[in-house]
């Protein structure tokens, strides 16, 4: 005998326990998850999070709540109709209802797992549920694989939301029909389906104003600037990278002006953006490491220029909007009026941040803009402010602007490429061995704990064998062409709004990364070993009315880009800009600018190796810094330690064939010199065989270093210029 039916609010009723009651049991195990461990940040930090901002953890806990009941409304409102539907095929009764409710409940939540552990990872570490779909993969083959991808992602969810629209659109059908209003019904439909057109703005678009453009005053030039925080040139296809890494970024190059070798002063992402806004070097605008105290931001905010404060004043609209890589706008804005931001450097941001992914329901939804305004902080953390929504925002401020027609210099700023080399999962396997199942395979496996807590693990990384180095090589890669991603997104705005033709862009980054070339290992900013890599960055423009494409070989700086683009749009370089503009090399007004290169490392996280030579070193971050409250509760240099790292600091002069190192040692300044031309990845000292080029290169670099006064390479190697050099030593 069937069971018989349960009516319509029982079932309603059920379905609600089950759901709230499912989700209340996700929110203790998450809760005893966060006491039990915290998320790997074992270190000193986690000492001063719970002895000291106890409360703040335990009240951030509470705040997600508010997340929980909404997911549970949507569960509610999309699982209670398939169970109506599933009803009407057999019935059941309450337990019933309640075991389909769970399942209903973990196929949504095993739904939203999947599509964040292929297309969003960065919400939390989701490489132990790859297994399947990577022997999925191997075993059937990638088209297999995509097309399980498709149908779970896709398909599914369809399937699911038109079954629960069929559903509520029949029981609405059916209230009106008794209440003898099929005629509202209708018009009602009619309405709601135009309003969604409306709201979507679906095939509506704007049409770029031509007479605006064409005719009456011309309107300043916009630039756009987009950027990925350590993003090496040299692995760019445009400039002759082996691998399609940037096809979007190619077309640029294509039409454009591509600088093949523009080096950033400093290879550390505050002090290197600080110093291409402000078109000044660290030991000018004062913020020579990554963990400045207050004073030493409002030093900079007080007397260091910027190119954004410069284009405000001609009436632009200024914006940057990133994602966590560009959390030091927030302290050092540049001149920029709106800041879209992360500010993943506050350590409560920081606490809140690894509170939340303790409750994985929470990414399921909130990775869009109800949940900003539900959770505006979740703004401000490094899982949530990812790529796509930094794109999206990008495109949105370029919709503002074609609307209102202002002028704007805009800077989009990117995690893309930096450690640990994480992406969505069809970036990942672009150029990786799929046969590889060592603890790289979906990103660089770097200890957190490891790298604050300690100065040497620079020994063991430097033993890492070629297959490991290969297949975090392929990871970055595949970082690069994500990015590429997004800038075609952004290019295909911008010609879309009719802006294209009125815009300069500027495809950049802040400093590259070493990749395990010769005397290094990973990371950035802590030598000058192995080459030009981390300092290395693309410098590649689109300038509307260019009659060819150009590319220059010779040395530019991040320096330059400021006064340069100020030239491009007519505006006078601030007087205290110490970069030169390279626009008159882009007009063939100039064939060279003789520029020479000055730089210096930032703070040390690892021990430098220099073979026979003992480099000085500074103790592990978690014993040099604190989190200061009176700053906002931000990671700050200890007093004690500010001279140890400006002391250990490596300096460099480079010009177009030689490279000049000074490293501080234990017991004396260790030199080297390296001829690029022969021995790119400076492995053999060569200061005994040109000992005047060192000494001309040492000079320059002390007059830089105390007078701030940077050398031309004519005036360091006088007129015969550096080709004709000889070795005096064999």
Known sequence: MPPPSLQRRHILKIVVLTVFGTLLAWYLSAILSFAGNSYGFNNRFSEVAIQHHWWYLVWSNLVVLKGYLLVAAGYVLLIYPLVR???????????????????????????????????KPYFGDYSYLLGWYDALGRVCGTGVQDAVHRMITQVFPLVALVAAAGFYLFELRLWFTRAARPLLFSITAV?????????????????????ELAGGRKRPKNIV??????????????????RLTSPNIDRIAAKGVNFERCLTPIASTLESLTSMFSSQYPHTHGVRHMFPSRAMVDR?????????????????????????????????????????????????????????????????????HVGHMLFPKLKSFANYM??????????????????????????????????????????????????????????????????????????????????????????????????DDSVGRVVAELEKQGLLDDTIILVTGDH??????????????????????????????????????????QLARTLDFAPTLLDLVGVPAQPRFEGTSLAPLIRGEKKSLGLAYFGETSYLFFRRTIP?????FIPPMDETTFIDPDFDFHFVLKEKFQDAVLKTKEHCVRTERFKYIRTPGVNHSIERLFDLREDPHCERDMKARYPEVKARLSAAMDQWLTTHKQSTTAEIYGILGEDTLQPTAP
């Open 85 to 119: 539907l599933w009803g009407k095929v057999r019935a059941f009764a309450r337990w019933g209802v309640v075991w389909r409710t769970l399942l209903f409940a973990c196929l949504l939540y095993g739904f939203f797992i999947f599509k964040l552990m292929l297309e």
């Open 191 to 211: 309405a709601g389906l135009l309003g969604l057109f409306v709201v979507s703005g679906y095939g509506v678009s704007r049409a770029p104003d031509v007479e």
């Open 225 to 242: 600037i987009l950027g990925s925080d350590s993003l090496r040139a040299d692995h760019l296809s445009c400039n002759g990278y082996h």
């Open 300 to 368: 900079a905010n007080q007397e260091a220029p910027s190119l954004g404060a410069e284009l405000k004043r001609q009436g632009y609209d200024t914006a940057v909007i990133g994602d966590w890589c560009a959390c030091g706008f927030n302290e050092l804005p540049m001149g920029f009026e709106k800041i879209i931001v992360s500010d993943f450097d506050n350590f409560r941001v920081y606490m809140s941040e690894v509170v939340f992914l303790h409750h994985q329901i929470l990414p399921l939804f909130f990775d869009n």
């Open 386 to 483: 990812t790529p796509e929504v930094v794109t999206d925002q990008v495109i949105d401020r370029i919709k503002q602007r074609a609307g209102d027609r202002q002028p704007f210099l805009l800077f989009g700023y990117y995690s893309c490429t930096h450690l640990p080399y994480k992406t969505p999962t069809h970036y990942a396997k672009m150029w990786t061995d799929p046969k590889y199942d060592g603890p790289h395979k979906h990103e660089l496996a770097l200890n957190v704990d490891e790298f604050i807590g300690g100065t040497d693990i620079n020994e063991k990384w430097s033993k890492l064998p070629r297959k490991e180095v290969e297949q975090i090589t392929a990871l970055y890669d595949g970082c690069v062409r994500m990015f």
């Open 512 to 553: 590259g990364d070493d990749l395990f070339e010769p005397n290094c290992t990973f990371g950035h900013g802590t030598t000058f070993n192995g080459g030009d890599q981390a300092n290395h960055v693309p410098a590649i423009f689109h300038i509307p009315g260019l009659e060819k494409p150009q590319r220059h070989a």
């Open 612 to 616: 026979g030579e003992e480099p000085l």
